[in-house]
């Protein structure tokens, strides 16, 4: 099992520019977060995936959209990206339950510039 | 929604001495209380974790201890070595199941 896996891991943009950073799992779980992560801070939940077909906001959630294409794929969509958006955003899963274990991917760094 | 602080945010150790890292939570409803470890440039992973019928967990040098009714958990790891240095994140599930982290805390392991 990959697990967790992020595309792309590093990415550079441009004020304004746009792109969409994949997540996905082969863990068969039912949930999907993605955060991000500003140096020598913690963890900012920005949405979530409850289950395939749902997605809700989480705590920094503006500038961002969010597709829960399918079980296994979460993306993250930066419409306009600004520099405070530059950030490592993580992707994690875990299958559902409140007291199962969260997953994480291997982060995308993004700078914007 | 769930309010986690977390102390110290920098903490350092002699090689061979203990760390203590202490979360607080203010819903009554948290049912689980998972600590990670993450190394620079690495993302988290979980190193242990404890579930609100449980009042202790050790695995190996490290252990968690919960008391439901102050609504605080610790992190206890004995005989710090070099590889113990990292930032230590806690985290709790609020009423939604959704897991709230706490700010973290740098340990850094002295020689």
């Known amino acids: 099992n990959a697990g967790v896996t992020q595309t792309p891991k590093f990415q550079v943009l441009k004020t304004g520019q746009s792109m969409t950073l994949q997540c996905a799992q082969d863990m068969n779980h039912n949930s999907m977060y993605w955060y991000r992560q500003d140096p020598g801070m913690g963890l900012r939940l920005i949405y979530y995936?409850?289950?395939?077909?749902?997605?809700d906001k989480g705590e920094v959630p503006n500038g961002y959209n969010v597709s829960r294409l399918n079980k296994r794929e979460f993306s993250l969509r930066l419409e306009s990206a600004a520099p405070s958006q530059t950030s490592v955003y993580f992707c994690?899963?875990?299958?559902?339950?409140?007291?199962?274990?969260?997953?994480f991917g291997p982060g995308t760094r993004l700078t914007v510039l | 929604g769930e309010n986690v602080e977390q102390h110290p945010s920098t903490l350092s150790v002699q090689e061979g001495d203990s760390a203590v890292i202490k979360c607080t939570y203010s819903?009554?409803?948290?049912?689980?209380f998972p600590w990670y470890k993450q190394e620079l440039g690495k993302r988290p992973q979980l190193i242990i974790d404890?579930?609100?019928?449980?009042g202790e967990k050790k695995d190996q040098r490290i252990a968690v201890t919960l008391n439901k009714t102050a609504k605080h958990f610790s992190l206890h790891i004995t005989e710090t070595q070099p590889e113990d240095s990292a930032v230590y994140f806690c985290g709790t599930t609020d009423s939604w199941g959704k897991l709230q982290f706490g700010a973290g805390t740098q340990v850094v392991v002295t020689p």
């Open positions: 994690a899963s875990i299958t559902g339950g409140r007291t199962d274990t969260q997953y």
């Open positions: 995936s409850a289950s395939e077909g749902t997605t």
């Open positions: 819903d009554s409803a948290s049912n689980y």
């Open positions: 404890i579930r609100s019928n449980v």
